[in-house]
């Protein structure tokens, strides 16, 4: 390796995912200076297909910060989504249960696209394959990251870190055990998704609970359709080939004339386990935890993007009220303030899975899904909690 060199800067993020790139855009906006480091290449972020729903508030944010051209250009507006069971499909109005709202189709990749494409034209620092290898003085007013970029060590120092670098970065793992609480439920299955070249049989999501297990329809576009399916946990990918998946979604999907399911290529495919976690306190002095790095939901509430949106939004207005008048109260506040709403959304995603997968061969089990699943389609009330968490809540 090469001599080290040294970086200064006020706020040193951690993680090019959207997390990471909406806070820098953000401190941008505040006039506040900051290093996004990204041990992913730029290829891999733009690539790499993830979630693609976006909540009312994240939509309307991107579109704020002027990022949202392309989102409402290609991205397709949803204003309800269905609940199927029994082969027959039952609309959830949200627009009209929750006076407007509704969400974006509009994949993780894009969006990154547009928030790497921003940052790069703005001159904003953000070094890809730069591999964070320690931090150091997280107690003190002056925090370093220690990193590689193309084989330099080189010293980040700031005033603040802010930890978006996913589930398996450092920064988590940079707070000592005894600082912090792990909450962790992990489910018994996992989803198998697929990406295949084919038109959607419906305008709209289809959320399925099936008695040999759950299904999700989705889509990226007129012509591309993104498909789930429940499977044990520890599945092979291997073990399943396009023709088993086809025919296991149309079992589940109880495909028919009202619901016409075309298959096509698979263009790519894999399996994702499932979760539930969240760590606590998400801030050790110096350094604050965002998006991945501090909680995991559950894929079936469509909320891992949008609730990492919600907490960079937090944690940006605590640091310019921080940076621009040394205030504090919003830094304090930050963990409690995000896992209020952290807590929700866990609930709400675990509600949603909980309803429709299948859990175990327990007759008693099914009935009492088929019974909530009656309820929530045929009660204005319940109809109407589902529509405002799935769209989403109002930013306090």
Sequence with gaps: MGTGATLRTQVGILGA??????????????????????????????????AGVLEHNTAELLTEMGLGDRMRAEGM??????????????????????????????????????????????DGPLLFEAEAVELSGLDTDSPTVHFVHEQRPTELRCEVIAGCD????????????????????????S?????????????ELVYTGHERGFALHSMRSKDIT????????????????????????????AAGTDFPLADGPI????????????????????????????????????????????????????????FHGGRTALLDAYSDACLRR??????FSWWMTMMLHRLDDDPVSRRLQLSQLEYVTSS???????????AGLPWD
Aim: charged share 20%; hydrophobic share 45%; glycine share 8%.
């Design 191 to 203: 989803w198998l998704g697929i990406l295949a070249q084919a038109p959607p049989a419906a305008d």
């Design 77 to 122: 507006v949803h204003r309800g989504l269905f609940l199927r069971y029994g082969g027959v499909s039952h609309r959830i109005d949200m627009h009209a249960l929750t006076g407007g709202r509704a969400i974006t189709v509009y994949g993780q990749q894009e969006v990154e696209k547009d928030l790497i494409a921003a940052r790069l034209a703005g």
């Design 166 to 189: 996913g589930f398996h970065g450092l920064s988590r793992a940079a707070i000592p055990a005894r600082a912090s609480r792990v909450f962790e439920r992990v489910y018994p299955f």
């Design 226 to 253: 993104r498909l789930y399916l429940q499977v044990p946990t520890h599945t092979d990918i291997a073990d399943w080939s396009d023709a088993r998946i086809w025919d296991e979604l149309r079992v589940r999907l």
């Design 342 to 347: 952290i807590w929700r959304v866990q609930h």
């Design 267 to 322: 263009l790519e495919r894999g399996v994702t386990p499932m979760r539930s976690f969240v760590v606590e306190p998400m801030r050790h002095g110096r350094l604050f935890l965002a998006g991945d790095a501090a909680h995991i939901v559950p894929p079936t509430g469509a909320k891992g993007l949008n609730l990492a949106v919600a907490d960079v939004r937090r944690l940006a207005e605590a640091l310019a009220a921080f």
């Design 380 to 390: 204005p009330a319940a109809a109407t909690s589902l529509a405002e968490n799935y």
């Design 17 to 50: 995912g959207p997390a990471g790139l909406v806070l820098a855009h953000l401190l941008a906006a505040e006039g506040i200076d900051a290093v996004v480091l990204e041990r992913r290449s730029r290829s891999y972020l733009e690539s790499r297909v993830r």
